[in-house]
């Protein structure tokens, strides 16, 4: 039986090291993390580090305890197991690992297992702040091993801490080529390997339906949807409509997307003398659904233009992506409504809001065929005595009823289906489009910001001659509240640091989301299309996957042969005159007279005069002077007598014996 090896037990300042590094490891994760998941384990493992800082837990207790985080980790994700709950199980048990933690084993197992955690965070997150905390949290790791390294050597003076962050940079320079070759050459693929569960799903956002009410959480939510920079004229804010998708269906409660017009070509549009050219970055939705400016001229790239001008990516838009388009406001869209489409925009669930279907026939019978006359009514009625909250009961069975009759307040989502099936009720075709309205110009990048939180639901009418108009029912309330005039609305204004600075925060904001653009620019945007056309500049149009293998083949065969000649570099002797002396014990070692370890200089020259060797007096002479650089003082002559010693060292060679010749090798 193996004799079982003695635990090195861990001094105070190594389990601090070791404690901060994980720390520093797992921190990225729980930031990406939701934020009851993320104190639930920061928390948990801050107390787990204390109680077992003195001594490690009972088994028993470690166990009870792994259980019911486990269990609280499992019921906040919720019944989807996922990404997101793969994270947190990670975090969750990272968090539980210093319950057991007590000697140098048990440090680096902690280490090495919250290396992980970085690489776990860009599952969740490519941000430039999750690479630096993840980048910050591999070299304390490393320099924690490495102090780990020391003790468990028997090196009790533990090397300092600037020369382990020396090692860990050398380290991370040696592994840069290699790194920069992966990201740069190694081929992309236009889809994942994997389709990892959608984490976006459990945020709201725009989606094939909708429901009076549901957005709620998505107009408090102010991270961004889109951005966008302009090339030549820049629609006013109030014509800023992104839109999304087209809402047709209706079964009383829910809007949803026609199934009439799927598969149906692009309706027939003529378009306004005015051109809109702009680039789109769309965040992930995990949706294909995208959304453009009005109506564009052309699906960009692979996309697909639906019956209604919306688009629609090929692939679900599971990472970053950016589109060129170009776009104008139509003249007339869809001027001829084909019959059973037309049915399908007037269409009501039977014996629903009743009032609203007695006043829509009124004022038909009031306006007669003047269906422009009913929406101008409609919008008078609803300017002057309707108002905008974000404060709203749940809707009942007949919701337009109770909005148009009752509250006679709400905010786009009731304004706009409201608006919608009072013009049904009046024999007006219409419908609900969602999407983003508005945007906030960021004046550093020159770049529009479109945030989840300008979410925007209006309505289209199709009236004779013109086809479908927008109507923004909404907007006649707040104007200022859909297109951002209000300075609560500017980004960063209702965070805590807007507040500490007294809701003026905005340079601080513009600063960071264009480092943020700009690493989306650089570093996310850099896909497959990019990838094949990166040596466009030295006359090469296109690279194929075939030569970015053999071009990262080429990097990483260079890289790899730099780290290993930079690596034997450093083991090598500094010391030029030791590194002479140990190359011509090389040199006898190749004859079968190499010097024995532990054997002086002088012994191993007389070894060799007595193997009859002609070089023999030379060596004999040359290990003297080497003895006497080595162990006698030195003066101010030394640094010419170490290279002339360096040069003797390095032209003397083993003679065979009876060839000797005088002086052979020895520099006088």
């Not at 990670?90 to 539980?96: R, T």
């Not at 600037?162 to 990201?183: D, E, K, Q, W």
């Not at 264009?514 to 989306?520: D, E, G, M």
């Amino acid at each position: 039986m193996a004799e079982r090896k003695p635990v090195v037990a861990l001094d105070p300042h190594s389990r601090r090291w070791t404690m901060a590094a994980a720390a520093a490891c797992v921190l990225p994760l729980l930031l990406q993390l939701p934020s009851p998941l993320g104190l639930l384990i920061g928390g948990s493992a801050v107390a787990v580090a204390a109680l077992s800082w003195r001594k490690p837990l009972h088994a028993l207790v470690r166990l009870l305890l792994t259980l019911a985080l486990l269990a609280a980790v499992i019921a906040l994700s919720g019944s989807h197991f996922g990404r997101d709950t793969g994270c947190a199980i990670l975090a969750a048990m990272l968090a539980m690992k210093p319950a057991e933690t007590r000697g140098v084993r048990d440090a680096r197992s902690l280490l090495g297992f919250a290396l992980f955690a970085p690489f776990a965070t860009f599952l969740l997150d490519q941000g430039p702040l999750s690479l630096l905390l993840g980048l910050a949290g591999v070299a304390l790791a490393l320099m924690a091993l490495l102090r780990l390294t020391d003790i468990e050597s028997g090196i009790r003076d533990a090397t300092k801490t600037r020369a382990r962050f020396g090692a860990v940079t050398r380290l991370v320079l040696l592994g840069l080529p290699l790194a920069l070759a992966a990201f740069w050459l190694f081929p992309r693929l236009a889809t994942p390997l994997w389709g990892v569960p959608e984490r976006t799903l459990a945020r709201t956002g725009l989606s094939d339906e909708m429901s009076p009410g549901d957005w709620i959480d998505l107009m408090a939510d102010d991270t961004p949807a889109l951005r966008v920079r302009f090339f030549g004229t820049t629609p006013p804010t109030s014509q800023m409509y992104w839109r999304g998708p087209v809402l047709s269906d209706f079964d009383g409660r829910t809007w949803t997307r026609s199934r009439r017009s799927t598969g149906l070509p692009p309706a027939a549009v003529t378009r306004a003398n005015v051109l809109w050219d702009y680039q789109v970055e769309i965040e992930p939705t995990e949706r294909r659904q995208m959304v453009a400016l009005e109506l564009p001229i052309e699906a960009p790239g692979d996309s697909r233009l639906g019956h209604d001008h919306e688009l629609f990516s090929p692939l679900p838009l599971s990472s970053l992506t950016r589109w060129r388009m170009q776009s104008s406001p139509p003249e007339t869209f869809e001027a001829d409504l084909a019959g059973p489409l037309q049915q399908a925009s007037l269409a009501l669930p039977a014996g629903s809001n009743p009032r609203t279907q007695a006043l829509a026939a009124r004022w038909r019978s009031d306006a007669g065929d003047d269906d422009a006359a009913i929406v101008r009514r409609a919008m008078q009625w609803i300017r002057s005595e309707f108002a905008y909250t974000l404060s709203t009961p749940l809707a009942g069975r007949h919701a337009a009823d109770e909005f148009l009759f009752d509250q006679q307040e709400g905010f786009c989502e009731h304004f706009s289906s409201a608006f919608v099936i009072l013009m049904r009720a009046a024999g007006i075709p219409a419908r609900v489009v969602t999407g983003y309205v508005g945007g906030y110009r960021n004046p550093i990048g020159d770049y529009w910001l479109v945030r989840r939180s300008d979410a925007h639901a209006w309505a289209e009418v199709w009236l004779e001659g013109r086809g479908w108009v927008r109507v923004d029912p909404t907007a006649a309330v707040a104007p200022e509240r859909i297109y951002d005039t209000l300075d609560d609305r500017r980004p960063g204004a209702d965070s805590l640091l807007g507040r500490m600075l007294g809701g003026d925060a905005s340079r601080l904001f513009n600063a960071t989301d264009w480092l943020r653009q700009s690493w989306n620019q650089l570093v996310l945007g850099f896909d497959a299309e990019r990838q094949s056309r990166m040596l466009r500049p030295l006359g090469i149009e296109r690279l194929d996957g075939v030569r970015l293998g053999l071009l990262f083949g080429l990097a990483a065969v260079s890289a790899l042969l730099w780290m290993a000649w930079l690596s034997r570099r450093a083991e090598r002797q500094r010391d030029p005159v030791l590194r002479a002396w140990h190359a011509l014990e090389r040199r006898y070692r190749r004859i079968g007279l190499g010097r024995e370890p532990d054997e002086p200089a002088t012994m191993w020259a007389k070894r060799v005069a007595q193997a009859d060797m002609g070089s023999a007096d030379d060596l004999l002479r040359l290990s003297q002077r080497f003895s006497s650089w080595r162990y006698a003082g030195r003066d101010d002559d030394s640094a010419r007598a170490s290279r002339q010693l360096i040069l003797s060292l390095r032209r003397h060679r083993p003679s065979p014996p009876h060839a000797a010749s005088p002086g052979n090798g020895e520099h006088r």
